[in-house]
């Protein structure tokens, strides 16, 4: 028979993670048993998180000690220009379900998800957690940006009315093996392995949306798998997950020429839309909870490409 000392232990090591099957789902799966939590991963085949009774259900029959809330509707600039009402609602419904489903379970803490794209242009660089309401976000993502806003507020409310402890880590562009390699809709970084796979397996150009000149902060998937379970464990609030550097698109597509080995030209598309032209992150929170990032952005890239490279066949899109 359990004693009951160590059915609580085990209750306060389990966490559920929605969206476990994502880029940064399944580092962080790994981050957390790796430090002897106890964890439930959940996917898309596990119930749909935009029905509430399904998200209810999901959460109650597991009574975790933490959700961490990854599931979302995202894409690109592209993805989130042509759908923004999509955008909006799918990820309105999955948050506020499963933040209630949370609350419902009596869940200890909740680790949300966010996005840099909350950000406003009118907020000055580098963007800190204090100017998050500062304006409203860039247009090209307004719709998917708004809907991680409302999850923030829901999360405050929570906690002033139930006393639910939360955190939610504004994350910069994410990147790493598992991804969505969406050459269309997806985010730059994947979308640009995937073209220059392409490319220098079949001797061809690279057409690369935009100028190249906006600037990005690109963190790698086991980086923010490790920042995500220190915050959980360390940190209440709103927080900046970047590594604190920003590099131009053309320095991404310079790097992939050399690691993809393209002997083909990069063309720049410059009727296709740039997005928010420069992006930079305050990282004095995270780097107080004594988190550095550990790969560097080449080490990354050509990890990266690497999985694309051997999994392209049956890699997400």
Not at 94 to 101: F, K, P, S, Y
Not at 215 to 242: C, H, K, P, W
Not at 256 to 282: E, F, N
Request: glycine residues 8%.
């Amino acid at each position: 028979m359990r004693e009951k000392g160590d059915a609580r232990a085990m209750h306060e090591r389990r966490v559920a993670i929605t969206g476990a099957s994502g880029v940064v789902g399944k580092a962080l799966t790994d981050e957390l048993r790796a430090h002897d939590y106890d964890v439930i991963a959940l996917t898309s085949a596990d119930g749909d998180l935009r029905i509430q009774e399904v998200a209810e259900r999901l959460i109650l029959d597991l009574k975790p000690w933490a959700v961490v809330h990854l599931a979302a509707r995202v894409r690109g600039l592209m993805g989130n220009v042509d759908a923004q009402g999509r955008a909006y609602l799918d990820n309105i419904r999955v948050n506020t379900n499963v933040v209630e489903a949370a609350r419902l379970a009596g869940v200890t803490k909740l680790l949300g998800m966010g996005s840099t794209a909350v950000y406003s242009d009118c907020v000055p660089l580098p963007m800190s957690e204090d100017d998050l309401w500062l304006g409203g976000p860039h247009g090209s993502e307004a719709g998917y940006a708004h809907a991680k806003r409302a999850m923030i507020a829901q999360l405050e409310a929570y906690h002033a009315e139930y006393g639910m402890d939360y955190a939610v880590a504004l994350s910069t562009n994410l990147y790493g093996p598992h991804d969505r390699f969406d050459e269309v809709h997806g985010h730059v970084l994947p979308s640009l392995v995937a073209k220059f796979h392409r490319a220098a397996t079949t001797g061809s150009d690279v057409d690369v949306w935009g100028t190249g000149t906006p600037t990005r902060d690109f963190l790698y998937a086991t980086d923010a798998a490790r920042a995500l379970r220190i915050v959980l464990e360390q940190y209440s609030g709103v927080i900046n997950m970047a590594t604190g550097t920003s590099v131009t698109i053309r320095d991404i597509a310079d790097l992939l020429t050399d690691i993809s080995g393209l002997t083909g030209a990069v063309t720049w598309d410059r009727s296709k839309p740039d997005g928010q032209h420069a992006r930079a992150y305050d990282v004095s929170r995270i780097h107080a909870l004594g988190w550095r990032p550990e790969v560097d952005l080449r080490e990354g890239l050509a990890a990266t490409y690497q999985w694309y490279a051997e999994h392209w066949r049956e890699a997400r899109r």
